[in-house]
């Protein structure tokens, strides 16, 4: 007789991410940190892959260190390492590599791998990549500094390291580029905001200048579709409501473009 008996069911990302400690699902990993709900729209993607030998790699990892404070490796993230943590137990068949500007050495160990590199500065990132054996990634995730210049140096350098068909994220995009008067570690005047970047590709298939895309005319035609999402929080903490309004100030000319916070960007075919 077959076995009736009903499998286990595994646990979601959202509740794996929620376990470890990250942002990017739907607890708060602090009091006064929201949970971003970037998990929704990730496991609407990763599912399909979940039992593949798939690559990943992280730009961000969230340890602490000398080169960027990092207050969210608290709690149950003591160490840091949430999100890789996350990844490696979703994607039991996945190798997955991280890279951060503090060192992360103590996470490495099974399928992880850890580098250091500034996310900002192109020859640091390749001199990197060149060490990972995986020519192409089937998943690229930029969680780093969230400056608009840095977002925009990794997706030129990595973007091509995309395997075709595949998708990259880039999260916590903000009203932070030029024109936009903010100020504070995340902020970059000398660029647009990735945002109003991407928003401008939807539109024209190229990119705006100033911006820190390297070879930024190779780059455009190998995108296929850019989509920018909005993920609902659910809850959000006290007090966050006025902190959203301050980080997402509608940047001119594109009032519309309020709480696009995680860009979806898929590589052609070919
Ligand atoms: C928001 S945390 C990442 C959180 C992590 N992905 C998670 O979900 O648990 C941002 C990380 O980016 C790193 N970072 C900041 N500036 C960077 C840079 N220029 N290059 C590389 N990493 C950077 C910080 O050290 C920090 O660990």
Known sequence: MPDQTPATPRPSLTEIANRYGTDKGTVSPLPGWPAHNYTAVYEAHFEPLRDRPISILEIGLGVPGDHWEVRMAKGRNERGGASLRTWEEYF?????????????????????????????????????????????????????????????????????RLRPGAHYFIEDLLANGKGDRATGRMAC??????????????????????????????????????????????????????????????????????????????????
């Not at 250091?116 to 990132?125: E, H, I, R, V």
């Not at 930029?142 to 030129?156: A, N, V, Y």
């Not at 911006?211 to 993920?231: D, K, Q, S």
């Open 189 to 270: 005047d000398a660029v647009l905001s990735t945002r109003r970047l991407l928003r401008g590709w939807i539109e024209t298939g190229e990119f705006e200048t100033p911006h820190a895309i390297e070879n930024a005319e190779e780059l455009a035609p190998m995108i296929a579709e850019v989509a920018l999402c909005v993920p609902k929080a659910r809850r959000p903490p006290r007090g966050w409501r006025a902190r959203i309004r301050r980080m997402f100030r509608d940047s001119p000319p594109q009032r519309a473009s309020r709480g696009e916070q995680l860009a979806v960007i898929r590589k052609r075919e070919t």
């Open 92 to 160: 039991p068949s996945a190798r997955i590599y991280g890279i951060d500007i503090n060192p992360a050495s103590h996470l490495d160990g099974g399928r992880i791998a850890t580098f250091q590199a500034n996310q900002g500065d192109a020859a640091s990132l390749r001199a990197v990549l060149d060490r990972i054996p995986e020519t192409h990634f089937d998943i690229i995730i930029d969680d780093g500094s969230h400056r608009p210049d840095h977002q925009q140096t990794t997706l030129g350098v990595c973007f091509p």
